[in-house]
């Protein structure tokens, strides 16, 4: 890619099977395993191994333990928060949600290209997030009506609405709650494709501003290599925060569930 | 925009792995070791405050101990008190009563011998007279040659005497 004028941007969301292209394959759908599927193993290897530090079940908890313990501590405290106390059965998902999304947009964002290894960012391709979105949206829907039955659609129609109002609001309420997976897988999908897109075509200004002298470099190359410092910054933040609020909002649909309003 | 244009291509591996990997994740990470983790936690926190409750209920009984000691000592101190009190008064009884008999035998002894000196006093004025009229007699006989009786020269010598 460096030999060619053009950079482009979108070529590294590009799935490129690694083995099984033609033969694996489940009731006729392929299922080839693909750098996104190294990736997602990738991850689920690193946060095990990382989780492995926690297990030392010491009473004085060394860094690494300390470490593993802010982290399922974060997650416990934000599900009492907004769940309360039925809030603990649903610490195994929404943990590992947080940590599986924060490991792979982490992961995603390592420079490992500089070895010549091309790290793939899975969360940012919407059939990997749609997926994650549709299971926390159908722990949502089961819940709800496994506790609630059909009442479970008073979700639907807040306290105190006026009768006239009442079909009204059903309707847009359930269009918002209709909306959630998709809003959900969207917007990690949108935020850290954004994020890695801004990264390339910076970076191609700084390759394209080398290549076309001295004047062009110190107009062009610099300044975008110091925004690309700062954005790469601002990209490890992103990747905390989108995973941050998949499992926030997930944990605050499961309170809808658990609790209705 | 790689997502779309291949998406017939490559979503049913996309779910797949997705599936089965976020499961391993969930069975292995999430149920697996996130609850002990929480669990350790939990016990730390527990022993902490488990070991805060034992410090406190010690420091309270540790305090009921320095305040029953010290109730004893001051009990023990009064009691100390009104020992050596009690000592100090037996004791300037008893001082006062010797002191009472010693100065009672002083007193008769005193009493004794001024009368013993009163006596001897008055056997040497006695004396005294006896051998002044003697003298006496003995000297009118010796120059005058007059024989003055003997109580004669008593009287006279008396009369000079206590004259």
């Not at chain 1, 009473?59 to 907004?82: C, H, K």
């Not at chain 1, 490991?103 to 290209?113: E, S």
């Not at chain 1, 910054?233 to 649909?253: C, D, K, N, P, R």
């Not at chain 2, 007193?107 to 011998?113: K, S």
Request: glycine share 8%; with cysteine; hydrophobic share 55%.
């Amino acid at each position: 890619m460096a030999t060619e004028a053009k950079v482009d941007p979108m070529h590294q969301f590009t799935i490129e099977p690694l083995f099984g292209t033609d033969h694996w394959s489940i009731a006729g759908f392929n299922v080839a395993f693909t750098n996104s599927a190294l990736w997602m193993l990738i991850s689920a290897v690193v946060l095990y191994a990382f989780m492995l530090g926690g297990m030392k079940r010491e009473l004085v908890p060394g860094r690494w333990q300390m470490m593993v313990e802010s982290m399922t501590g974060f997650i416990e405290d934000m599900l009492a928060a907004n769940v309360g106390k039925e809030g603990r059965k649903y610490l195994p998902y929404v943990f590992s949600l947080f940590m599986f999304i924060l490991f792979a947009n982490l992961l995603g964002l390592l420079p490992l290209g500089l070895v010549g290894i091309h790290p793939f960012t899975f969360t940012s391709h919407f059939t990997a997030t749609g997926v994650l979105a549709i299971l926390s949206f159908a722990i949502v829907l089961v819940v709800g009506f496994w506790k609630h039955g059909f009442h479970f659609f008073s979700l639907f129609v807040p306290h105190g609405t006026p009768l006239p109002m009442i079909p009204l609001i059903f309707v847009i309420e359930l269009v918002s709650f209709l909306v959630r997976p998709f809003s959900l897988g969207l917007r990690l999908f949108v935020a850290m494709m954004a994020g890695h897109v801004l990264l390339e075509v910076l970076s191609s200004f700084v390759i394209g501003g080398a290549n076309a002298g001295a004047f062009f470099m110190g107009l062009v190359s610099i300044p975008s290599f110091i925004l690309m410092v700062a954005i790469c910054a601002l990209e490890i933040l992103v990747a905390g925060i989108q995973a941050y609020v998949f499992a926030l909002l997930t944990s605050l649909y499961i309170n809808d569930a658990e609790h209705l309003h | 925009m790689p997502q779309i244009s291949q998406l017939a291509a490559t979503y049913s591996s996309q779910i797949f792995w997705m599936l089965v990997i976020f499961g391993a994740v969930f069975f292995l990470v999430g149920r697996g070791m996130a609850p002990r983790v929480i669990e350790t936690m939990e016990g730390r926190d527990q022993k902490i405050a488990a070991d805060l409750a034992a410090a406190e209920a010690a420091r309270r009984a540790a305090d009921a101990e320095d305040e029953a000691w010290r109730a004893q000592a001051s009990k023990q101190r009064g009691e100390a008190q009104a020992v050596i009190a009690a000592a100090k008064a037996e004791a300037a009884k008893a001082t006062e009563v010797r002191l009472g008999t010693a100065g009672a035998g002083a007193d008769a002894r005193v009493a004794e011998a001024e009368a013993r000196i009163a006596a001897a006093r008055e056997g040497a004025l006695a004396e005294i007279e006896t051998v002044a009229a003697d003298a006496a007699a003995d000297i009118a006989a010796r120059v005058a040659g007059l024989t003055v009786a003997a109580d004669a020269a008593r009287a006279a010598v008396k009369d000079v005497l206590h004259g």
